[in-house]
């Protein structure tokens, strides 16, 4: 039997769950996200490095020492998901602030303030209560997770960093003599690709060398 360690690629399907409430929130599972009314985004199976927290530090922790091929049922609590309810993000903002910018605020409307994305809890006495903390925040999860295969292709390894680290499927790989060439939509900050290059190298040993270039748009 083959156990899951740390570094490992492995594709897997999932279902989370908030545990209080019992709803559905995420899911790679097409049919359970049509009947749970979820935002569609193209389902199917992802490929994850364990231990790199390419979705929740929760999920990671739990895969370590799993066998290939199996279903497990986990719960995460709130400090290995979406973290605690910080209360310094709760927020009283003067209702006319709002009104300032033709926004009427009504409880549970998501807004960007300075930035910022909140969620209005309760608007009374000219002042209004607004969360800036994750809206699952301090929430307890519940995750079916199927553990489909282990992922020793270099090629499907990169596919699936790269997909969850960009959050787009619009890029094209080639990977020859240990170089691999990376051709993108669209330009990502200096930063971000120098530091996608040493994660790819430092987690595909067979890769020594990666090129980012960017699609040249025909003209019409």
Do not use: W
Request: a positive charge; glycine letters at 6%.
């Amino acid at each position: 039997m083959t156990i899951v360690s740390k570094k490992d690629f492995i594709e897997i399907e999932y279902t989370g769950k908030l545990k209080e409430e019992n709803v559905i929130f995420d899911t790679t599972d097409e049919k359970v996200a049509k009947e749970n009314n979820l935002e569609s985004h193209g389902y199917e199976p992802v490929v994850i490095c364990v231990g790199e927290e390419q979705l929740l530090k929760g999920i990671d922790k739990n895969l370590e020492g799993k066998d290939i091929g199996k279903e497990y049922d986990i719960v995460i609590r709130p400090e290995d998901a979406f973290g605690k309810k910080n209360a310094k993000l709760i927020q009283l903002i003067p209702t006319s602030k709002f009104k300032k910018q033709n926004i009427q605020p009504m409880p549970g409307i998501q807004l960007n303030i300075d930035g910022m994305v909140g969620t209005i809890k309760t608007v009374s006495g000219g002042r209004t209560l607004v969360d800036f903390n994750h809206p699952l925040a301090g929430k307890e999860l519940t995750y079916k997770i199927k553990i489909n295969k282990k992922i020793t292709d270099d090629k499907e390894k990169l596919k699936g960093y790269l997909k969850l680290s960009l959050g787009t499927k619009d890029f094209e790989i080639e990977i020859s003599n240990n170089d691999a060439k990376i051709k993108l939509k669209n330009t990502i900050p200096k930063e971000a690709e120098e530091r996608l290059k040493n994660k790819i190298i430092e987690l595909i040993p067979n890769i020594k060398k990666v090129d980012f270039t960017i699609e040249q748009q025909k003209n019409k």
